[in-house]
C-alpha cells in the first residue's frame, strides 16, 4: 500500500489521537493541518517557506488544475510535485465541493457531474472515472472519491439519495483507481446532520475498505456544536487503524474540538484568506492590523510567536503595508498565520503525548477569547 497510519497512543485525558501516516515521500506526524495550495501554491507563499514553517503536507484543487492549466499538461511536467517544487506529500480533493458549490452552473445525474467553468463558462462534464483519471494525472499522494457535499439545511430524503449516489461513485472511483503502489484512495463520509445517515455511509464506505477515510458535509454553515455533535457520532465508526480526515475546517477552536473528536488530519484555506484580508490569528485571538489603534504599535504581532514575521516586524509596519496596499503585508500576515496552525497543531501532538489535551484547550481558549 502507497500509505499506512500508526496509531502511537490516546490521550487518557480526551481520548485524542497520536499518529503516524507513512507515505513514500515521508512521515506525516498526526493530527496535521495542512496547508491549501488551491492552485499548485499556497496563496503568496514558497514552497521553500513552507518547509521553513515545516509544513508536512499541502492540499491541492483537482477543479482549479483541470480547468487550469489543465491535468495533461501537469502531467507532461512529471507531475504536481515536479510542477510546483514540493517533494513532500500532497493530498488532492476529488473537485466535488467546488463543482457542487457552482450552483445553477450545474446538473446532477448518476453518471456525473455536468457543470460550467468559473472561468469562461465553457461547459464540462466531471464523473467519478474522471475525477480519478485527472488525480492520477496530477500524482498525488492520496486521492479523495468523488461525491456530493450536500448544502445546508437539507432535508433527510434529499440527503440519503445524495448520500447512496456517493456511495455507488465511491465504488466507480475504487473500480478505477489503479496506481495503488503510489497513490493512495480515501472514501468520504457523507450523510449531512443525520446521525442514521451518517451511520449508513460509513457502514457501506468501510465495507469498501479505503485505506483513510474523510468526513466530509460538514463546517457547511451548520452551528459549530451541531458540528462538534455530528463529529462525536461519527468518529466512533471509523476504523481505529486508518487516518480520519475532516474536510474543510481550520479555525483554532475547530481544530481543537475536532482532535478531541478522533480527527487526525484537517484543511482550509481561512489562515490564508484572512491573512490577504490584514486578519491575524494570534496567542491572545485575532488581531485586525488595519485598526487605527496599531498606527504606532512597534511590537510585533504576537509576543509567544517564535515566526519571522513576529520576530522581525511591528504592528505599526505591517498595518503600513495593508494601508499602502504592498503584497508584502499579505505574505507576511499569510506565513504567520499558516506558523501559527502548524505550531498549534504541534503542541496539540504534545499534550495529547503528556496526556493534557483538555487542560490545553481550556487554557488556549481562555487566552484567545473563546468560551469552551
Not at 501537469?74 to 517533494?87: S, T, V
Not at 456517493?166 to 483507481?177: F, Y
Not at 497513490?183 to 450523510?191: A, D, H, R, V, Y
Not at 466530509?216 to 463529529?231: A, I, R, T
Request: charged share 25%.
Amino acid at each position: 500500500m502507497a500509505l499506512t497510519y500508526e496509531l502511537i497512543k490516546e490521550c487518557k485525558q480526551s481520548g485524542a489521537r497520536l499518529g503516524k501516516i507513512h507515505t513514500k515521500r515521508g512521515v506525516i506526524e498526526t493530527p496535521i493541518f495542512m496547508p491549501v495550495g488551491t492552485q499548485a501554491t499556497v496563496k503568496t507563499m514558497t514552497p521553500e517557506e513552507l518547509i521553513e514553517i515545516e509544513s508536512q503536507i499541502i492540499l491541492s484543487n483537482t477543479y482549479h488544475l483541470y480547468l487550469r492549466p489543465g491535468h495533461h499538461l501537469i502531467d507532461r511536467a512529471g507531475g504536481l510535485h515536479k510542477f510546483m517544487n514540493w517533494n513532500k506529500p500532497i493530498l488532492t480533493d476529488s473537485g466535488g465541493f467546488q463543482v457542487f458549490s457552482l450552483g445553477d452552473l450545474r446538473k446532477i445525474s448518476e453518471e456525473g457531474v455536468e457543470f460550467r467553468s468559473h472561468l469562461d463558462g465553457s461547459k464540462h462534464f466531471i464523473s467519478p472515472e474522471k475525477a480519478i483519471e485527472i488525480q492520477t494525472s496530477l500524482g498525488s499522494d492520496i486521492m479523495m472519491v468523488f461525491d456530493e457535499c450536500a448544502p445546508y439545511p437539507a432535508d433527510e430524503t434529499y440527503v440519503k439519495n445524495s448520500l447512496e449516489r456517493t456511495t455507488r461513485w465511491a465504488i466507480r472511483c475504487k473500480e478505477a483507481h489503479k496506481n495503488f503502489e503510489n497513490q493512495s484512495l480515501f472514501g468520504i463520509i457523507q450523510g449531512g446532520m443525520y446521525p442514521n445517515l451518517r451511520k449508513q455511509s460509513a457502514e457501506a464506505l468501510i465495507e469498501l475498505d479505503f485505506p483513510g477515510y474523510a468526513v466530509g458535509g460538514l463546517s457547511v454553515g451548520e452551528p459549530k456544536p451541531l458540528m462538534y455533535e455530528v463529529l462525536e457520532h461519527t468518529t466512533p465508526l471509523m476504523p481505529k487503524n486508518k487516518p480520519r480526515y475532516l474536510m474543510g475546517v481550520g479555525s483554532p477552536d475547530c481544530l481543537l474540538e475536532g482532535v478531541i473528536r478522533g480527527i487526525d488530519m484537517f484543511d482550509c484555506v481561512l489562515p490564508t484568506r484572512i491573512a490577504r484580508n490584514g486578519t491575524a490569528m494570534t496567542s491572545q485571538g485575532k488581531v485586525v492590523i488595519k485598526n487605527a489603534k496599531h498606527t504606532e504599535d512597534f511590537q510585533g504581532l504576537d509576543p509567544e510567536c517564535s515566526c519571522n514575521t513576529c520576530k522581525n516586524y511591528s504592528k505599526a509596519y505591517l498595518r503600513h503595508l495593508f494601508k499602502s496596499n504592498e503584497v508584502l503585508g499579505l505574505r507576511l500576515l499569510s506565513y504567520h498565520n499558516l506558523y501559527f496552525l502548524l505550531q498549534l497543531m504541534k503542541n496539540i501532538r504534545e499534550a495529547i503525548h503528556e496526556d493534557r489535551l483538555l487542560d490545553y484547550r481550556d487554557n488556549f481558549f481562555e487566552k484567545y477569547g473563546y468560551n469552551a
